[in-house]
């Protein structure tokens, strides 16, 4: 046996064991009972920056407690065996370690936890001050405060490092510090999730008081060093600064991972300090597999040097905002998404956005990586890009259109409700290894792949951004491949209504009332006024043909009796409902769905009709006038009217209709579309689902009588 530390005990798996017994602990040479100590559930030793904790008894799953070190806490773990490493749990008066796995019994031993800190070995005693630096500064660290109250609390771990759990007003913390005589700059380290900013807060020494008001920094492990003020310090050696809420609005004031008092003259940086995703880095989680053996999915993984470097030191800083990303919008996919950015360049205001994105990731990497980066988080919903660089890489469109469904599959099973967005692949270029027809190809199969999912739409961008040839454009991908700002602007303005729709946006209710002369068709509340009507028997006979013709193409079901929804706020199939005052036709499950919904009333006399729609790209829809059908739809896309110079694609757009002496002409956004109509003596008014998503509002109607 080494030389070393022996500490009687013995260890049977699932049962308590006594120091008093005959079996033994062994611990590194040089190690040193740790003075303080006062739990009598275990004894403590430590040497350099390890502590190491002998438990009295060692139980799956039990729970110890370790009292506070003022130091992070950087590994936990047994000194041999166990299956991988423990977590620590802070609470306001001690931490919690959970044994999730203890390690086999060995004869003779007796286990021996671990705690690996950042620094020296030292327990948190509130009586010891914080002195000043060689240049006279004063850093006050998190590790070192003392909190009061009733949730707020020192965190350990390395992603963190922060007083936080602040969800109480009235805690607050303190540190004792030493400090000569003068003039300082006081500067705080804090960070603050979406949502939660607002609070004020005051810092205080001696009878001297800042107040500031706490900035939101995107997450409450996003730290950002902020000034908030000058303090005069007399004479006193010893002092206690105070920080303590005056004012919450939101669930939670902040956390603070430093606070510094930096004398006159002193020069310091500026530059904002984030978590440090290092403590992530080296876990294996976070590495890109050596080989494809035993992995999910099929086609290639990229292993380039420098794509393992940035898919560890991504993921690694997503692992260190975990907390703050819950329950956002999460956007996985490669450089494309990676490049729009944490906020998306601020075209989605109000929405909490979780960026996935790892450039040149491939279908195979996005859903090896799957659960830690998305599903872990339980988002509010997935946006996804994805099968690109599998083209670059020589995958076929089977292969990748197999990864697509498996990472469906993996949401609904994991988020059974969660919905997802699915962007048709972006044209590029054959030069860029991604010809045209291949990315067809992708796109066809992944309709095919989610047809019939109610809990997917299908966003046509490879229309919204290919030119003639179905190739990028130029004007919105310089290089063919990744959209410049307006590309990205042009993305947003496809994603926005869905969103809209989906409850994550615009969530307002729309206030408009008509103008004198005008009454509202469409009240923005339910569907009162308006219902299918029994599909007359020649279009059922057109209908018939046209879907024996491309049984997969298109969808016409048949309503055999007319039926109203007065006080309903959606159809009984869903596709018409009613959200936020806007009357919204769905993006159909099966790709293309026509059906129409009518005003109960009809109209014989002469009228104008006004309302607004707003199309997703390539949408197609119409408005029905008593009979004949005006189109409605993406037209810059869609057609026919592509050249329309006032049309705004992705945004709201206004219909006039004028119905006089049995001619309709109609104007989008004043510019005339096609030539005057003839119409039916009187007939009901409706509005076309086909494909895409279309929106209408402030439907309103003047009667000429």
């Known amino acids: 046996m080494l030389p070393g530390l022996l500490v009687s005990s013995c260890l049977l798996l699932g049962f308590s064991c006594s120091l008093a017994s005959t079996a033994s602990a062994q611990l590194p040479p040089g190690s040193q009972p740790l003075e303080g100590w006062k739990s009598a559930e275990s004894k403590a030793f430590f040497l350099d920056n390890r502590l190491f904790v002998v438990p009295e008894k060692v139980e799956r799953d039990q729970v110890l407690q ?186 939670a004031v902040m956390d603070v991972r430093a606070i510094r008092l930096v004398p006159e003259g002193v020069q310091r940086s500026w530059q904002p300090e984030l978590v440090d995703a290092r403590a992530f880095s080296d876990l294996p989680e976070f590495r890109l597999p050596e080989s494809d053996e035993g992995l999910a999915g099929a086609g290639p993984i990229r292993r380039y040097d420098w794509f393992r470097g940035l898919w560890q030191t991504r993921r ?225 006979e057109s209908a018939k043909k046209w879907m024996a013709r491309d049984p997969e193409g298109v969808v016409w079901p048949f309503v055999d009796a007319d039926v109203a929804f007065a006080g309903e706020v959606q159809s009984p199939d869903g596709r018409y409902r009613v959200i936020n005052g806007r009357l919204v036709v769905a993006t159909p499950v099966e790709g293309r769905r026509i059906q129409q919904l009518w005003t109960v009333r009809e109209f014989p006399e002469d009228f104008t009709l006004k309302l607004e729609f707003r199309a997703t790209p390539n949408a197609d829809s119409g408005v029905f006038l008593r009979e004949p059908q005006l189109q409605c739809r993406d037209f810059v896309l869609a057609g026919p009217w592509k050249d329309l110079q006032k049309y705004r694609a992705g945004d709201w757009n206004e219909l006039v209709v004028e119905v006089r002496g049995g001619m309709a002409t109609a104007t989008c956004n004043g510019e005339v579309l096609g030539e005057p109509v003839k119409l039916p003596p009187t007939g009901p008014i409706g509005l076309e689902g086909d494909r895409g998503q279309m929106e209408y509002r402030r439907i309103r109607i003047r009667v000429m009588r």
């Open 316 to 540: 690694a800083g997503w692992e260190a905002v975990r907390d703050g990303d819950r329950g956002a919008v999460v956007f996985l996919g490669d450089s494309i998404t990676q490049g729009a950015g944490d906020e998306f360049f601020g075209l989605f205001p109000g929405l909490r956005m979780a960026n996935r994105g790892i450039s040149g990731d491939t279908t195979r990497g996005m859903l090896l990586r799957l659960q830690q980066d998305v599903l872990s988080l339980r988002p509010a919903a997935v946006v996804l890009l994805l099968g690109t660089n599998d083209l670059e890489e020589g995958a076929g469109a089977e292969e990748i259109a197999g990864n697509l469904k498996l990472i469906v599959a993996a949401i609904h099973r994991e988020c059974p409700e969660v919905p997802i967005v699915l962007n048709l692949v972006f044209p590029s270029s054959a030069a860029k290894k991604r010809p045209a027809d291949s990315i067809r190809q992708i796109n066809q199969l992944y309709a095919k792949a989610v047809r019939g999912d109610s809990l997917v739409t299908v966003l046509d961008t490879w229309s919204l951004f290919a030119n003639s040839e179905g190739d990028a454009k130029a004007e919105d991908m310089p290089d063919l491949l990744h959209p410049n700002e307006a590309g990205y602007r042009k993305w947003a303005g496809a994603l926005r209504p869905v969103l809209a729709t989906l409850g994550l946006l615009e969530t307002g209710v729309d206030e408009f009332q008509p103008e004198p002369g005008f009454e509202l068709l469409f009240n923005g509340r339910d569907l009162t006024g308006w219902g299918f009507r029994r599909t007359a028997d020649s279009v059922r």
């Open 66 to 251: 370790v009292p506070r070190f003022s130091a992070v806490v950087l590994k936990v773990g047994w000194l041999k065996g166990g299956s991988g490493d423990l977590t620590v749990q802070p609470e306001p008066g001690y931490w919690a370690v959970k044994l999730s796995h203890v390690p086999e019994p060995v004869a003779g031993e007796q286990p021996v936890l671990v705690l690996e800190l950042d620094s020296p070995v030292r327990l948190f005693d509130p009586a010891r001050a914080t002195s000043a630096g060689a240049d006279g500064s004063v850093v006050l660290r998190a590790c070192d405060a003392i909190v009061r109250g009733k949730n707020l609390r020192y965190e350990p771990q390395p992603h963190k490092n922060t007083v936080g759990y602040w969800s109480v007003a009235e805690d607050s913390a303190e540190w004792l510090l030493q400090a000569a005589a003068g003039e300082y700059s006081v500067e705080i380290l804090q960070g603050c999730g979406r949502g939660h900013g607002g609070s004020r807060v005051q810092l205080s020494v001696q009878d001297q008081q800042l107040e500031f008001v706490v900035r939101e920094t995107g997450h409450f492990q996003n730290f950002v060093w902020r000034s908030v003020g000058r303090l005069q310090l007399g004479g006193m050696a010893e002092r206690l600064l105070t920080l303590r809420c005056l004012e919450k609005p939101g669930g």
